[in-house]
């Protein structure tokens, strides 16, 4: 793909991130491709996802340098501008970035020479009851270090206001929307809807509605569902309910859940991708579905989603089966799939050792 201007979102407590971003503005200089600084992590205020991407001259590349939580951020400025993003794993566990720091050159070429796929990953966002802030008085004790809150999140203005339908918010989530308790003390009690239809009013810790990609996270914490990030669906998973019936349900795509605070409920806040947005209060209710734009996420070698859960994961086998045999890491065949399974996707021996990353 061309690559008309590079959006750089560092880590910058990393001095590997600082290094490797050296790396990026070096090539960006190489081939005359402008590159921007967009994560306004030091200073000292946050802006809404277009006025970042705004300032940054709308990058069409957004490269991002850290962990998760960086790419995280990188992600939803590039879904507002319909950016790739492309992140490169100088963080702790690198569920979703792509690249090492050392392939970090390598896979800007890939990018410009058009050898790499783009993975289309669903977003969430919502519709709520009233405009999400968060009290000022608030700010300082949320942050524990983490910069800056986001601002307010924005009233879209290409969808109509209804006062039973309620507000669109310009906001997308890649892994997870959250209602959780405010009060340490006090749990939210919140009727849960899934299409329309009451499914059970729940008092517990948070509740939570995760992307696939987003069930790793999270939802996985409070013991949900592992779901291919190719899979269409939405994850509601409660987390410590106070009642039996704990499980995750997972929806189809087109299937929303609303979140309704009950009238004595302790009051909730709404986090974004780990980002505190808002706060509510009882009667409030927010209606979390899948937004119809996507995120594009450059992917330079074969999905190997499972090969990542079990190594950043650490899967530990059962002792059992370790004493009773050492299965290979890939399905053995040599040869391609017969034509009644030509339609699967599989990682087998026949396509050459795991992808390196
Ligand atoms: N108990 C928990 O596990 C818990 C609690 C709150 C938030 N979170 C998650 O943290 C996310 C924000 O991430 P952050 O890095 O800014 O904060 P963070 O540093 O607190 O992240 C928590 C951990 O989750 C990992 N992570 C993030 N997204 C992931 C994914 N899709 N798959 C697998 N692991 C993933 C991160 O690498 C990190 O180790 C939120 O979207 C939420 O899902 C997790
Ligand atoms: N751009 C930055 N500048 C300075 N400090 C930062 C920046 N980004 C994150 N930090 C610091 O690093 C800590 C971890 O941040 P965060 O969890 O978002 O990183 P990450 O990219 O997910 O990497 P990791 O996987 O190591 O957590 C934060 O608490 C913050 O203090």
Known sequence: MTVGRVGLVVHGGRSEAV???????????????PCTDIDVWNEGERHSAHEEVEAAGDPDLIVT?????TFLRGARLAAQNDALVLGVDLGRVGFLTEVSAAGVRAALDA???ERLAIDSRMLLTLRASRRLEVPADMEAWVKYGRGPLLPPPQVRPDCE????????????????????KLARDRQVSVGVYISGRLLASYSADALLVATPT??????????????????????????????????SVVTAPDEPVGLRVLERSGPAAVSIDGQL?????PGDWIGVYAAPR???AARLGPMDFYGRLRERMNLTDAPAAVADGSPAPLWSVTSPPPGDLAHLSFLTTADGPPPLR
């Open 19 to 33: 290094e490797a971003a050296r790396v990026v503005r070096a090539w960006c200089e190489e081939y005359a491709v």
């Open 65 to 69: 340098l850290g962990g998760d939580g």
């Open 111 to 113: 990018v410009r020479e």
């Open 161 to 180: 206001v209804d006062a039973e339908w309620g507000i669109a918010l310009n906001v997308t989530a890649l892994n997870d929307i959250v209602l959780e």
């Open 214 to 247: 987003g069930s790793t996270a999270y939802s996985f914490a409070a013991g949900g569902p592992v779901v291919s990030p190719r899979a269409e669906a939405l994850v509601f998973t409660p987390v410590a309910p106070h009642m039996a019936f704990d499980r």
């Open 277 to 281: 947005r808002g706060v509510l209060g």
């Open 294 to 296: 996507r995120l594009r």
